[in-house]
């Protein structure tokens, strides 16, 4: 009789976690609010080392506005035992097209990552209008796993 041979599971490389991050575009940020860790998935783009994404306002705009440290998680699966997963720790900053001199920047930033992969974000075409408030999530860490089946 063989022993049975589960995947290998590994850390992955600051290389390797960025090229997960940047080919996904929907992933789950969590945070605090009310006594208790909220977790809701969102849309994304990972770029400068960043990850951009644009929400309602709502119960999550009004949670990240006092608590801005999140976490946010994206997930790849080719098979049960051949998956990889992101976590990337840090704070959320709600961006604005007005105020600060590099506030603007920022927002304007934010929305051409945004508009990368959804060209119609912020149009008259946009298929979401209502989720007009932008953020950006700065890491101040990243770590991956990935399994490989043996």
């Known amino acids: ?3 049975i041979r589960g995947p ?3 850390e992955m ?15 789950r940020v969590a945070f605090q609010t009310g006594g208790r860790v909220e977790l809701y998935p969102v849309h994304y783009v990972y770029a400068d080392q960043s990850v951009y994404g644009r929400t309602a306002f709502g119960s ?6 006092t608590r801005p440290e999140v976490v946010f ?10 998956w990889r997963s992101v976590i990337v720790r840090g704070k959320l900053s709600l961006l604005q ?10 927002y304007w930033n934010a929305v051409a990552a945004i508009r990368s992969f959804t060209p119609d974000a ?14 950006r999530i700065q890491p101040t860490e990243i770590t991956g796993r990935q399994a490989i089946a043996r």
């Open 1 to 3: 009789m063989s022993p």
């Open 8 to 10: 290998r599971i590994r």
């Open 13 to 27: 490389t600051a290389r390797q976690t960025e090229c997960v991050l940047a080919r996904n575009h929907v992933g």
């Open 60 to 65: 999550k705009y009004m949670s990240w506005a």
């Open 73 to 82: 998680e994206i997930d790849e699966s080719e098979t049960l035992f051949d």
């Open 97 to 106: 097209p007005r105020g600060p001199r590099a506030a603007p920047f920022a």
């Open 122 to 135: 912020f149009t008259e075409l946009d298929r979401v209008p209502q989720r007009f408030a932008v953020f």
